[in-house]
């Protein structure tokens, strides 16, 4: 019986006690990479929603997701920081520029709808 209980007891120490100078495992890193380039994405998307929308309601929706975003982002980058981790540039930059020229050509389109049909 005594043994059943310091297992348990090592279990729940082995769970709650961490060593704080613990670095991040390759996965967790991972993560923040993929996590910190869906918030360029989003950014993206959100500012072309902001440029093509004509409702306040959502334009104001929009602003305050922005908001977030640039909050999530910096905390993030921060942390990555802090961590030790290299901020991925050149991939951002391979999957921003092709993701903006479309978002553009989007835009285009959506404005020549809405000035052919109004």
């Known amino acids: 019986m005594v043994n059943l209980w310091e297992t348990a007891i090592d279990a729940l120490k082995s ?31 959100v500012q072309a929603g902001i ?24 905390r993030l980058h921060n942390f990555m920081i802090k961590e030790g981790i290299t901020d991925p540039q050149p991939l951002k930059i391979c999957l ?8 553009q050509e989007l835009n285009y389109r959506m404005m020549l709808l809405q ?4």
């Open 15 to 45: 769970i709650t006690d961490q060593d704080e100078d613990q670095p991040l495992h390759v996965g967790e890193v991972m993560a923040c990479w993929l996590y910190l380039s869906g918030l360029e994405l989003a950014k993206v998307s």
């Open 51 to 74: 440029n093509t929308t004509m409702d306040d309601e959502l334009k104001a929706m929009l602003e305050d997701d922005m908001k977030l975003g640039t909050s999530q982002r910096e």
């Open 96 to 103: 921003y520029q092709p993701q903006a020229v479309f978002l």
């Open 115 to 118: 000035t052919t049909y109004l």
